[in-house]
């Protein structure tokens, strides 16, 4: 099936014959749904800390980070911001030309408030010697959008999320990578240094350096720190190859193999490559002006804190299973930290003799850890915290997306439905094990869940392979903790109208 040309090309992406095929015979077999428990909820699963514990935990992480250890926040900023302009893009090509729908006319009723608007005005200046009030004014509103989304203009049609201008303030205006720049300082800097990461796509990569390099001098003079920013790119060995419907490569027009970015998933490769002990993760979009950064940094802290004192005492087990100096009772206590702490339950349990459950205690204590905030269920698309059963056996914690979910499981999809939180994207995790090695992350991932898709190209139907997501599948043999974390510190922007939100303004 695969001739001498597709093998060039699959060795040129840093990627062997053996992984195109097996990925081929997934679009074949397809990926098993999860088994699921329950929904995590409150006390089932989800911590809600109290305001003491909440302090204890912010002073537990302020003292980790005393001692000198490197703390990196990972933001994943690759994509474009196209969807965001889905309606402004519409409105350009509508057989219309004044504001119609309830969108068109929120946009312009408040077009003012945009963080970009006195750059687009410069723009509409520059490109139709009249300003955005004279071009609306003279009902001319599509050359405004045009002037927001082309590359003759701000060129936000194109640019990733992270270069558009989403904040103002007294002195300026700031992009979401300069709002992370911040967060970094505020909370994940420790030895005097921030150390930010993003993951961008290769087109994109000179506008991150050049806006970094503009701009990190300000806010290391602003926050008495020095930045180490790193940029990198998501792999071609993670890319996935297209198929037909019946599940024959998918071919370009000149008979080349099609091979499409496998998703968020493939980013696992990225953050394994960071040398760092603790390592935060947030999308890029979600971020807030400082006025509104109060309970993000609290909170931060806060699971931050769960983690090390969770990450420390399995230290202190794992030392103690080594050392060979324990008795039945310390197992006892050792069992109740891995099924109550880390909510990880095996059923058969007690029918293990010492031996073997001394080597099943090391397995499930010796792995990557990660607590991730989650919030109250607002009716938001996307995954949620469960109860699920693993492949050996076990029920952990694990976030899922609706496609891990077999919808015609009418339990399932009424926990799926009915679940009392969100997965907003906000982790921090512990990536080195207690002997200060780290963790090969790829070794943790569930292979069986990803998911497979149908996109087009050039018109034609195809099915794309998506790998296991960065925050479910490809982190679905760690550690997992869920902490209830309010809803004030989840703020995305999916459309540039969410920038009119209050919490954007």
């Known amino acids: 099936m695969l001739s001498q040309e597709d093998l060039k090309q699959i060795a040129a992406k840093g990627m062997t014959a053996e992984q195109i095929n097996a990925q081929l015979e997934q679009f074949k077999t397809g ?13 089932h699963g989800i911590i809600s800390p109290a305001d003491n514990e909440r302090a204890d935990y912010e002073k537990t992480w302020n003292v980790y980070k005393a001692e000198g250890h490197k703390i990196v926040k990972f933001v994943p900023a690759s994509g474009a911001a196209s969807r965001m302009f889905k309606d402004m893009f519409a409105f350009l090509t509508a057989d219309y030309d004044t ?56 060129n936000y049609g194109q640019l990733p999320k992270g270069m558009l201008l989403f904040h103002k303030y007294a002195d300026g205006v700031r992009t979401p990578m300069e709002e992370h720049l911040v967060e970094g300082a505020l909370y994940a800097a420790s030895n005097g240094e921030a150390n930010v990461h993003f993951t961008v796509s290769s087109e994109h990569m000179p506008l991150f350096e050049e806006k970094v390099k503009e ?22 060995s993670t890319d996935t190859v297209a198929a037909n419907a019946d599940n024959t490569p998918f071919r370009t027009a000149d008979g080349k193999l099609l091979f499409r970015p496998g998703g968020h998933g493939a980013l696992i490769e990225n953050l394994n490559d960071i040398d760092a002990d603790i390592i935060f993760i947030k999308n890029i979009d979600n971020v807030v002006p ?52 880390l909510c990880c339950r095996k059923s058969d349990i007690k029918h293990l003799e010492d031996t073997d459950l001394v080597i099943y205690l090391r397995k499930k204590l010796n792995r990557p850890m990660r607590v991730c905030g989650v919030v109250k269920n607002v009716g938001e698309p996307g995954g949620g915290p469960f ?5 050996d056996g076990t029920v952990s914690l694990q976030i899922l997306e609706s496609s891990q979910i077999d919808k015609n499981n009418k339990e399932y999809m009424e926990m799926f439905t009915h679940g009392t939180h969100f997965n907003p994207v906000d982790l921090v995790c512990a990536v080195k094990n207690y002997k200060g090695e780290s963790f090969n992350l790829p070794e943790y991932v569930d292979r069986t869940t990803g998911f497979i898709s149908s996109k087009s190209k050039d018109g ?40 009119l939100r209050e919490q954007h303004q």
């Not at 099915?463 to 997501?469: Q, T």
């Open 387 to 391: 109860l699920t059963y693993n492949q």
């Open 99 to 154: 504001p119609t729908t309830d969108f068109e006319k929120h946009y312009f009723d408040n077009i003012e408030k945009f963080a970009f608007y006195d750059a687009l005005d410069e723009m509409c200046l520059r490109n139709e010697k009249k300003g955005i009030k004279e071009l609306i004014n003279e009902n001319n509103y599509k050359a405004v959008v045009a002037n927001m989304l082309e590359s003759k203009g701000l």
């Open 290 to 341: 400082d006025r509104m950064k109060t309970d993000t940094v609290e909170y931060k802290q806060v699971i931050a804190g769960i983690l090390v004192a969770l990450q420390k005492k399995a230290f202190e087990y794992l030392n103690i299973l080594d050392s060979g100096k324990y008795n039945h009772e310390k197992l006892e206590e050792i069992i109740r930290f891995v099924q109550q702490e």
């Open 215 to 236: 701009k990190q001098n300000k806010y290391a003079e602003k926050y008495h720190i020095n930045y180490n920013i790193t940029f990198s790119e998501q792999k071609p």
């Open 460 to 499: 034609k139907e195809l099915k794309a392979l998506e790998l296991p997501g960065l925050w479910n599948g490809a982190m679905s043999d760690w550690n997992t903790i869920f902490v209830e974390v309010p809803l004030s510190t989840f703020n995305p922007v999916k459309t540039v109208n969410d920038l």
């Open 31 to 43: 990926f098993p749904y999860l088994k699921l428990e329950a929904a995590a909820s409150i006390s």
